[in-house]
């Protein structure tokens, strides 16, 4: 098994940009979360998805979209990229929502 | 969710116990105790989650207090590898949303 994976791995865009982050698992869980990891900070949810069709807001939403079409993908869309969203992406997932959440190896992105 | 207060670094003679605290005063009955780390900027690895009995599994042990506002994680035996951030998080464990790291402790084990 693969586990959890991003693309890309590294991202510079321009203020004003969009772009998707990619996401993937291959062990069938019904949760996926995305984080942001800003330097020397903790991981702060962006959104989070309990199934295929269901998604949900977290603590930092604003400035960001998500889908869940299926249950293996669920990609993060930038719309009008600022430079506050330069951070470190990562997308994890879980079995149930008190089992441990897997992590992908991140997205670093950067916005000048 | 319970607020949760860590050190901001601790150093750890390799070969030693590494014991890392975490104050979570405000803990609601129905919240657990999850640890994880991160390794050198890589996606952070799940460690060891408990309620309010002590848990261990291979990587580590958990000792929540009786009163469950204070929690440490051990890791026994401490190597250079285990150089990373730990995080202590508290949540619910039926709510998906309430998942947010705080900034955690950076332990550094050294030779």
């Known amino acids: 098994n693969a586990g959890v994976t991003q693309t890309p791995k590294f991202r510079i865009l321009k203020i004003g940009q969009s772009m998707t982050l990619q996401c993937t698992q291959d062990m069938n869980h019904n949760y996926m979360y995305w984080y942001r990891q800003d330097p020397g900070m903790g991981l702060k949810l962006i959104y989070y998805s309990v199934g295929a069709g269901i998604t949900d807001k977290g603590e930092v939403p604003n400035g960001y979209n998500v889908s869940r079409s299926t249950t293996e993908d669920f990609p993060l869309r930038l719309e009008l990229a600022a430079p506050s969203q330069t951070s470190v992406y990562f997308c994890?997932?879980?079995?149930?929502?008190?089992?441990?959440?897997?992590f992908g190896p991140g997205t670093r992105l950067t916005v000048t | 969710d319970a607020k949760t207060t860590q050190p901001p670094s601790m150093d750890c003679a390799e070969g030693r116990a590494a014991n890392l605290p975490c104050n979570h005063s405000t803990i609601s009955g129905n919240e657990y105790v999850y640890w994880y780390r991160q390794i050198h900027s890589q996606g952070p690895q799940y460690i060891i989650h408990?309620?309010?009995n002590n848990e261990t599994n291979e990587m580590a042990s958990l000792i929540i207090t009786e009163d469950r506002k204070s929690s440490t994680l051990i890791l026994p035996h401490a190597t250079l590898r285990d150089t990373a951030v730990y995080y202590c998080i508290v949540r619910v464990a039926t709510n998906a949303g309430k998942s947010t790291f705080g900034d955690g402790t950076t332990l550094t084990v050294k030779p």
């Open positions: 408990g309620l309010k």
């Open positions: 994890a997932s879980s079995a149930g929502v008190g089992y441990e959440q897997y």
